[in-house]
């Protein structure tokens, strides 16, 4: 493949297809997910909604196409995405009375849906969340990070006021930030988004920054306080325990197959995918040595070992590709990104061992068949928490407080940089358009620092330095 340092972005296009994650779909900008990307993304669909179900909401499902009607009904909402709409006009043979909109996001429908459902402040909070596929007319797609169609899940709820709506809000930027450390190995910033960066419709919205292998941001989850905008487009009210009616407080969350892209782009290297143990499809490879006779002798021992570490819970897979040799066996799961390779021949048998590699380690280590699937365990832990130290200081050692336009120029073409800004669209226009740079949040740890503007000089709007770089 091309090298990372060379270009980046050839390096992950290519490796996409030859670690065989997706293919193009007929119609431009859509992808077809092969079963072993698929199998990344339902490992970390499966994380996720556990989490959310921890937290008590509730899944469902609401259709594909919408209404125009619905849309036109929250105007900001339409306009931020009227460019990115796909529209039925014909169906059944004849032209529609009122064109369907496919699906971008389902703030509308779920809020028809909810003002049927709530009538009293007892039906609140309403805590739902939708596994679906969504369509955004993508201008230059990119396999997982910008695709026509993609898969994501999207909470939507409703609440008694704004200090309700807001905890669930941050509730959910704190399950984001849980997945994305805990399950992909992706150290994050959480922090609010600027006005200029809101979603359409959105009074608040909070988003998860990670850092890629080449400097830029990714995006990787949203949280979104709607206000009551949405309530009053769909008339969602109840009745207070005081008996006036009142409009309810709504949010929106969401997290899509865009982080398989970031999972990539944070941990790959020019040998091609590293995965996190949690989210490899194969944690271990065992690779069987030996021709003819011999393959013959070593294939039932590896396969009693591949059961042996199943049931430890680990998911194991033994190669018994016989027309493949060792050595391309071993490039072809090193591409693939798993995260333990075992080796076991005569000779290790004869010895009671197996050599082990690890994705980033060097050379091999034997390790008794006895004691295997607690050494393996424990090495997939260890390299799960090693992932994860390893990104957090790439994306430190890339992270630069700037006093100056001329420093905050030179942090964003490798990395990202902290610096006071005045809150002023036309202002971020300006130093996106001069650096390519966005700023990325306001981040909520992040300590007091007062000062002024980095490019207008005027006094910054946050007393907070804010996360600025280039980003997907």
């Known amino acids: 493949m091309t090298p990372q340092s060379e270009d980046f972005s ?20 859509t992808m077809v997910i092969r079963p072993y990307g698929y199998r990344i993304w339902e490992l970390l669909q499966a994380g996720i909604d556990r989490r959310i179900k921890e937290t008590g909401h509730v899944n469902a499902y609401f259709p594909l196409l919408i209404p125009e009607s619905y849309l036109r009904r929250e105007a900001e909402h339409v306009e931020g995405f009227a460019p990115e709409l796909a529209v039925v006009t014909h169906a059944g043979g004849k032209e529609l009375e009122e064109p369907l909109i496919v699906r971008p996001t389902s703030e509308t429908v779920i809020g028809e849906m909810m003002a049927k459902w709530i009538s009293s402040h007892r039906d609140l909070p309403m805590l739902l969340n939708q596994w679906a596929n969504v369509v955004r007319w993508e201008m230059r797609p990119r396999m997982f990070l910008r695709t026509t169609e993609f898969l994501w899940q999207e909470g939507h709820t409703a609440h008694v006021d704004e200090d309700d709506a807001i905890r669930e809000t941050l509730l959910a930027l704190d399950l984001y930030a849980s997945v994305a450390r805990e399950i992909a190995a992706m150290p994050v910033v959480a922090g609010e988004k ?10 608040r919205t909070f988003t998860v920054e990670g850092m890629m292998r080449d400097g830029r941001a990714l995006q990787s989850g949203t949280s979104h306080y709607m206000g009551t905008n949405f309530a009053k487009a769909f008339n969602i009210q109840y009745t207070a325990e005081s008996g006036e009616l009142e409009y309810a407080h709504t949010t929106s969350w969401g997290m899509t197959t865009r982080m398989l892209g970031g999972v990539i782009m944070t941990h790959g290297d020019d040998k091609g995918l590293v995965l996190p143990p949690v989210l490899a499809p194969y944690q271990v490879v065992i690779v069987p040595i030996g021709r003819g006779d011999q393959a013959g002798q070593v294939l ?23 027309h493949l040799s060792p050595g391309f066996k071993f490039n072809d799961w090193e591409l693939r990104g798993v995260p333990v390779r075992l080796e076991l021949g005569p000779r290790d048998l004869a010895g009671g061992t197996t050599l082990m590699s690890l994705r980033l380690g060097q050379g091999k280590t034997p390790v008794s068949l006895d004691s295997a699937p607690a050494r393996l365990e424990a090495e997939l832990g260890a390299f799960q928490d090693m992932l994860l130290r390893r990104a957090t200081d790439f994306r430190d050692e890339h992270t630069n407080t700037v006093g100056s336009w001329g420093e905050f120029a030179e942090a964003v073409k490798t990395g990202w940089a902290l610096a006071p800004h005045c809150g002023q669209p036309s202002c971020e226009d300006d130093i996106k358009a001069e650096t390519s740079a966005t700023p990325r949040c306001i981040p909520l740890d992040g300590p007091p620092a007062e000062g002024r503007c980095i490019r207008c000089e005027l006094p910054s709007a946050y007393g907070k330095r804010l996360v600025f770089g280039r980003a997907y």
């Not at 997706?22 to 900008?29: N, Q």
């Not at 199943?310 to 590709?321: F, L, M, S």
């Open 194 to 203: 600027t006005a200029g960066e809101r979603f359409p419709g959105a009074r």
């Open 300 to 322: 039932p021992p590896a396969q009693e070992l591949a059961g042996r570490l199943q049931r430890k819970g680990i998911r194991a897979h033994v190669d018994t590709r016989t």
């Open 10 to 29: 050839a390096w992950y296009n290519e490796l996409v297809f030859k670690a065989e994650l997706v293919d193009r779909g007929p119609v431009r900008g």
